[in-house]
């Protein structure tokens, strides 16, 4: 089993719809989360961060981690055009003293 | 101006030649890392440093060498490049201290061994 999983997509959703992003992992020492979005021949940067569980919002993205499902969610609400981009999970167990675990990305397209 | 920058951004070159990728930042961060993406494989390791006399191997090190010559500068090294070596390289640095796992990474340099 790999340490993260993430479905590689491409997810395909109208113009204002509810994205639901996702992955799951394995080790249960990770204790700090992050999403980065990519756009096409670009480099990552970075969209949220999380410690532990819970939820985090900021704007029309919300982070949600729950360690007991060892699962990890970002929501994109009213997604646009501008939205598509893939998006990649991460993660790392020591907060700053540690290498972080990326996902392999989710692709997703919002059509106009 | 970008904080990350990397040198080349696309690089063609032939089997057995030796080649360097650069990488400069002006965040001040302390770390740095080394990453090749490809296709359905997403990012992999290569090396790392925490500092300017820590260099780490991640975990597709072979073939490849770094050196970190400042606090700003860590480079890339393929002593003799191979055609399964072409893929899009990035590099990435962060800042040092509990909480800081978040990396911020160059625009990356699409590399074509032939």
């Known amino acids: 089993q790999k340490e993260v999983e993430q479905d590689p997509g491409p997810l395909s959703v109208p113009e204002g719809a509810i994205v639901s992003l996702n992955c799951t992992y394995s080790?249960?020492?990770?204790?700090?989360f992050m999403w980065y979005r990519q756009y096409s021949r670009k480099g990552p940067e970075l969209l949220m961060y999380?410690?532990?569980?819970g939820n985090k919002e900021d704007g029309r993205f919300t982070a949600q981690v729950d360690k007991s499902s060892k699962y990890i969610s970002l929501f994109i609400r009213d997604s646009q055009p501008s939205d598509s981009a893939t998006y990649l999970c991460?993660?790392?167990?020591?907060?700053?003293?540690?290498?972080?675990?990326f996902g392999k990305g989710t692709m997703l397209l919002v059509s106009p | 101006d970008a904080d990350v920058t990397q040198t080349p951004r696309n690089r063609i070159t032939k089997t057995g030649k030796r080649i360097m990728l650069e990488c400069s930042q002006t965040?001040?961060?302390?770390?740095m890392y080394w990453y090749r993406q490809d296709p359905g494989l997403g990012l992999r390791l290569i090396y790392y440093?925490?500092?300017?006399?820590d260099i780490n191997k991640g975990e597709i090190s072979d073939g490849y060498s770094v050196s970190r010559q400042a606090q700003a500068k860590f480079s890339l090294s393929l002593e003799s490049a191979i055609p399964n070596q072409t893929a899009l390289y990035f590099c990435?640095?962060?800042?040092w201290g509990a909480g800081t796992d978040t990396q911020y990474f160059g625009p990356g340099t699409r590399l074509t061994v032939l």
């Open positions: 990435a640095t962060s800042p």
């Open positions: 080790n249960s020492a990770f204790q700090y």
């Open positions: 999380t410690y532990s569980s």
């Open positions: 991460a993660m790392s167990a020591e907060g700053g003293y540690s290498t972080l675990t």
């Open positions: 965040k001040g961060h302390d770390r």
């Open positions: 440093s925490f500092d300017v006399k």
